[in-house]
């Protein structure tokens, strides 16, 4: 079992700037993929960004060249860095990991993030 805790959500006006945190705990050890996905009201949750044990990240389209995926893999820690923030960028933030033997995916329980414009 993985255990996901986010933070860092709040309420920034537009052109601001938030950096989340994610910190993995339980069988971390498994654990090779890990991302950020987001869920607006009344929307699907999405993609935003992704980043392997060793560094190689994914980006949406939608946050390319605003938002930076990194980890900490001694803290077990994740993060997402997001700058020029946008009132479309307002939802709920999860943080997601994959077990990369029986990719098992593991979701947090989310920080709201709301962008006023």
């Known amino acids: 079992q993985v255990q996901l805790v986010e933070s860092g959500g709040g309420l920034v006006q537009a052109g601001g700037s938030l950096r989340l945190s994610c910190v993995a705990s339980?069988?971390?050890?498994?654990?090779?993929?890990m991302g950020w996905y987001r869920q607006a009201p009344g929307k699907q949750r999405e993609f935003v960004a992704t980043?392997?044990?060793?560094?190689?990240?994914n980006y949406a389209d939608s946050v390319k060249g605003r938002f930076t995926i990194s980890r900490d893999n001694a803290k077990n820690t994740l993060y997402l860095q997001m700058n020029s923030l946008e009132p479309e960028d307002t939802a709920v933030y999860h943080c997601?990991?994959?077990?990369?033997?029986?990719?098992?995916?593991?979701w947090g329980q989310g920080t709201q993030v709301t962008v006023s414009s």
């Open positions: 339980g069988s971390i050890f498994s654990i090779d993929t």
């Open positions: 980043i392997t044990s060793i560094g190689r990240t």
């Open positions: 997601h990991a994959v077990n990369s033997r029986t990719l098992r995916p593991y």
